[in-house]
T-cell receptor, first 113, second 115 residues
């Protein structure tokens, strides 16, 4: 069984640029959730995708957007990067729309300068 | 919005000691989960709780879903050096709408185990 994978591992971007992060869900899972984890904090929910549609969204601005593909992999896109976007971005996969047990990938460390 | 208060913020213990940490909320959750995160890695699910009053074990770990549904507790017995890490509680409300999939996390408890 393959776990959740994310790419890239690390990324450095400049303020104002755009970034795309990628996630492959665990085999058998059809739901992907994205979280932002600032240093020293718990993860904050960004949004969730189920069957290629946004299924729930946290308190993040529209410049945070996502996609889910037919193979259930997912992308997180962030436009107009700000310094405060520097964080660890975590992807979690699960099965079903009402997802309780979520399994996390290793994350992508984004640094905005 | 929903807030989870996790305590203690950090713990320094000797190998072999038992550990207790807890999580409280001002609002009700329908599911409680406990995760462990090692530096540079994603959180790993330890225990999931679904019913008020439920007590669940996973090896040396035991967690409880509080009767009021506003709190949860995690105990680690006979700690070992590999227990070192950050422990997070997370709650979920089964309300649907924009709440689908949302886990609300606590701030974490940093555990250090001295050999």
């Amino acid at each position: 069984e393959t776990g959740v994978t994310q790419s890239p591992t690390h990324l450095i971007k400049t303020r104002g640029q755009q970034v795309t992060l990628r996630c492959s869900s665990q085999s058998g899972h059809n739901t992907v959730s994205w979280y932002q984890q600032a240093l020293g904090q718990g993860p904050q929910f960004i949004f969730q995708y189920y069957r290629e549609e946004e299924n729930g969204r946290g308190n993040f601005p529209p410049r945070f957007s996502g996609l889910q593909f037919p193979n259930y992999s997912s992308e997180l896109n962030v436009n107009a990067l700000e310094l405060d976007d520097s964080a660890l971005y975590l992807c979690a996969s699960s099965f079903g729309r009402e997802t309780y047990e979520q399994y996390f990938g290793p994350g992508t460390r984004l640094t905005v300068t | 919005g929903q807030q989870l208060n996790q305590s203690p913020q950090s713990m320094f213990i000797q190998e072999g000691e038992d550990v207790s940490m807890n999580c409280t909320s001002s609002s009700i959750f329908n599911t409680w989960l406990w995760y462990k995160q090692d530096p540079g890695e994603g959180p790993v699910l330890l225990i999931a709780l679904y019913k008020a009053g439920e007590l669940t074990s996973n090896g040396r770990l035991t967690a409880q879903f509080g009767i009021t549904r506003k709190d949860s507790f995690l105990n680690i017995s006979a700690s070992i050096p590999s227990d070192v890490g950050i422990y997070f509680c997370a709650g979920q409300v089964h309300a649907g709408g924009t709440s689908y999939g949302k886990l609300t996390f606590g701030q974490g408890t940093i555990l250090t185990v001295h050999p």
